[in-house]
């Protein structure tokens, strides 16, 4: 499913997104890459954008980017 | 001192013991490190803040003492995640650390400073900056905060990992300065041991790159080797002025490379990054241990509400009254106290010097234009000191969270909120407050439409506009405030209608990205935001006033010459000046607005400053102790006459004049600034010509509508 879809609160481990774009690029190095766990934290009041926490720190991006970022739920969250 | 692993290599790095030169120190980190609170630390106030020439990155070199006493220079380098640059900032760290730059030296020693609470992803940049071939300290900050969070790094382990000095430390409360002073001090740093594998399919390609940069760019083998991965991980697409550009051999290389794993669907970039983060992790697993999964951490409890659906709105609003009260209130007491000491000083120097051409353009010109200026000092150190405050916190980003939908319906990120909104109490600290905005796009826009945001400066303009305008002195107070709100939402929409505008046709980029830490709160390093806040201010000073100077200087002598006949009042003397005579000259243009040639004075001369039109009111109707809310100069306005004996401030003309100074761009202390900050003249020259024309369009169609209506 796509890292957009998830819900509030739920853990996922990142599948795979685009390899190309400066922001896929940019989020690769700010640590998000495939198998890395991730916590959907909320959304911003008024819908967009994201805040999500990984490797221990919480990050913002939008939806539009968000929306190409695939991620499996993990049923045994590892938070 | 924290001694090195035993097994390390020696490295004689320049300059070694005997040299005559001291070591060049870069401190490098990623945003919200601590960075700018160590480098206080370090170097006190032994600090100069310049700009890199050519680009708007501000430059901060400090000097700190070694063990022996030696001045050991270091240069305090824009935050940045990676030196895959993706913003200015990042390219200036990235181009200085290479070499690359022509006006700074390459560091001999690097001090990279992480954040212990957050290891991983801040050994992404050390990680890359290993690979440079230059001793390194590491510098583990926020020791406290990770023993807080149930994290303990052990740094003799994570010392004998990476090969290098690794010193633990508080920066907030210098715990730790001593011992980074010692390593610091020592003439010989070893290098980095720790290996990395490039990953195999993408090796050849950095050998090749490597050889081209070695051939033709003259790069040491190193320095290439390091460049090769940064040019294969983000294909070197930001780049600013007073770096050294590739030779075509070397870009052609790259291309070739790229175009080749494009067709065969490899992900070159990613691979690299990957195994990066492969190499942190073993690093990270053997060094930090984690006390379990600990709750919700108060940071995460502030943001349940700070960020809430509901809860959020009224915070942000809560927070952003209290700047505007605290500006107002706080600001007043200074304001008059400098009001008085600049007309202390005028009239000291009345009565010393002999009447005479000189002793006015002292007092007149320079004190006048100046005063005129520094009376908004106060404001500024206070928005300045808020926008500290604000980011020293953390709370900026949530603020810039929560509004970035809003900010995206014109095509900018929420990085622009803050700008914006200082701009309300004054332009200046909301334009220089743009550096943050990565995207030199956005933040030019950003810069552009600031100055619409209703400034206090025009609030006597305003004011006085308001008392002509509802005359009697039983005004209900909800029609003042009411067309003052008018005013406000009108600069608003201006300023969000141009932004959108100006995305669309002249600065046209991709959507901004909202991709932004948020750091948890802390409380704020008091020290760096007053530090921070005077620097700011000097800068503002320093920068603009040589323009602010020059500037009142030609309008003083456009109102002082030619000279009437002696005996003449100030307001004949106005009126036979260069600027009475631009006032005429001036009529027929600002006549469809409803305005007269001695309302056209006011417009010349308040260019300085939109204050200054109440002044020149004073002046040219002749009324005495002007100021906005004295009974004179309203009664002199109201009494003013067309030739043809027709009221000239009937209220549509009052109305329209605060429709102009809403839009108009009546501030020298911003164009110098604007100027500064944007490089060039174009931006605030096209700024001035858009903002004006505006004013003059949209005045024209107010008088006009109005007149057609029987107003």
Known sequence: MKLSELAVGATAVVRSFPKTGGAFVRLREMGLLAGTPVKLIRAAPLGDPLEIKLRGYHLTLRKSEAEHVLVEVDPISPG | ?711
Not at chain 2, 69 to 77: A, F, K, R, S, T
Not at chain 2, 530 to 553: C, D, K, Q, V
């Open chain 2, 1 to 711: 001192m924290t001694p090195a692993a035993p097994h390390v290599i020696r490295s004689h790095a320049r300059p070694g013991p005997g040299s005559a030169r001291s070591p060049v120190y870069a401190l490098v980190g990623n945003p919200n490190c601590g960075k700018s609170t160590l480098f206080n630390a370090l170097t006190g106030l032994k600090q100069k803040v310049g700009n890199y020439p050519g680009v708007t990155v501000e430059k901060k070199v400090g000097t700190t003492y070694s063990q022996h006493g030696q001045p050991m220079v270091v240069i305090d380098l824009p935050g940045a995640y990676s030196l895959a640059a993706r913003s200015p900032d990042e390219a200036v760290t990235r181009d200085v650390l290479l070499g690359r730059r022509v006006d700074t030296a390459q560091p001999d020693r690097i001090l990279c400073i992480v954040d212990a609470t957050n290891l991983e992803r801040n050994l992404y940049l050390v990680h890359q900056i290993l690979d440079l071939g230059r001793p390194v300290i590491l510098v583990l900050n926020m020791m406290d905060l990770a023993a807080e969070a149930g994290i303990n790094v052990r740094v003799a382990r994570l010392e004998h990992e990476l090969g290098i000095p690794v010193i633990a430390c508080e920066a907030v409360n210098g715990k730790g300065i001593i011992d980074l002073k010692l390593a610091m001090s020592r003439a010989d740093l070893p290098l980095s041991r720790h290996a990395w594998d490039i990953p195999a399919p993408i090796a050849p390609a950095v050998a090749d790159l490597q050889a081209s940069l070695i051939a033709h760019d003259g790069k040491s083998p190193l320095i290439a080797r390091a460049e090769a991965l940064l040019l294969l991980t983000d294909q070197d697409t930001v780049r600013v002025a007073g770096s050294t550009p590739l030779h075509a051999r070397t870009h052609e290389a790259l291309r070739g490379w790229q175009q080749r794993w494009e067709a065969e669907g490899m992900d070159w970039a990613g691979t690299l990054v990957n195994s990066r983060y492969e190499a942190i992790g073993l690093i990270a697993a053997e060094v930090t241990v984690r006390a379990g999964e600990t709750g919700p951490t108060l940071s995460d409890k502030i943001d349940a509400i700070a960020t809430h659906r509901i809860s959020g709105w009224l915070i942000l609003a809560a927070v952003m009254t209290l700047l505007f009260l605290s500006i107002f209130t706080l600001a007043e007491l200074p304001m008059n106290f400098i009001d008085g000491r600049v007309a202390a000083l005028s009239d000291w120097v009345k009565a010393m010097l002999p009447d005479g051409d000189l002793r006015d353009l002292i007092t007149d010109g320079a004190i006048a234009g100046v005063g005129g200026v520094i009376i908004f000092l106060p404001q500024i150190l206070i928005l300045f000191f808020f926008i500290g405050l604000l980011e020293s916190t953390g709370y900026m980003a949530r603020a810039a969270f929560i509004m970035d939908r809003l900010m995206s319906r014109v095509g900018l990120n929420g990085k622009s909120f803050i700008p914006l909104l200082s701009s309300y109490a004054c332009a200046i600290p909301g334009i220089m407050a743009t550096r943050t905005i990565e995207d030199q796009k956005d933040r030019l826009v950003t810069i552009l439409v600031a100055p619409l945001m209703s400034c206090s400066a025009r609030l006597p303009v305003y004011l006085l506009m308001i008392a002509a305008l509802v005359p009697g002195d039983r005004v209900p107070l909800f029609t003042k405030v009411g067309i003052m709100l008018l005013m406000y939402a009108l600069g608003t929409c201006g300023a969000f209608g141009f932004a959108w505008l100006f995305k669309r046709t002249l600065l046209k980029g991709a959507p901004p990205l909202m991709i932004m830490e948020l750091p948890p709160y802390r409380l704020p390093a008091v020290r760096d935001v007053f530090f921070h806040m005077l620097e700011r201010a000097w800068l503002f000073i320093r920068r603009a006033g040589t323009i602010i100077l020059g500037i009142s200087i030609i309008l003083w002598f456009l109102s002082a010459y030619p000279k009437a006949p002696p005996g003449a009042t100030p307001q004949q003397q106005m009126a036979q000046s260069l600027a009475g005579r631009a006032g005429h000259v001036l009529e027929p243009v600002i006549k469809p607005l409803g305005f007269d040639w001695q309302i056209g004075i006011g417009l010349i001369s308040s260019f300085a400053a939109r204050e200054v039109f109440v002044s020149t009111m004073g002046v040219v109707f002749n009324a005495e102790n002007s100021d906005e809310n004295t009974a004179p100069l309203r009664q002199a306005l109201l009494a003013a006459k067309w030739p043809d004996g027709r009221a000239l401030f009937t209220p549509l003309v009052c109305f329209t004049l605060m429709i102009f100074y809403v839009f108009a761009m009546q501030c020298i202390s911003t164009v110098a600034v604007v100027r500064r900050e944007t490089n060039s003249w174009k931006w605030p020259l096209f700024q001035i010509a858009y903002m004006t024309g505006t004013a003059w369009i949209v005045s024209l169609l107010v008088y006009q509508a109005g007149r057609a209506l029987g107003y």
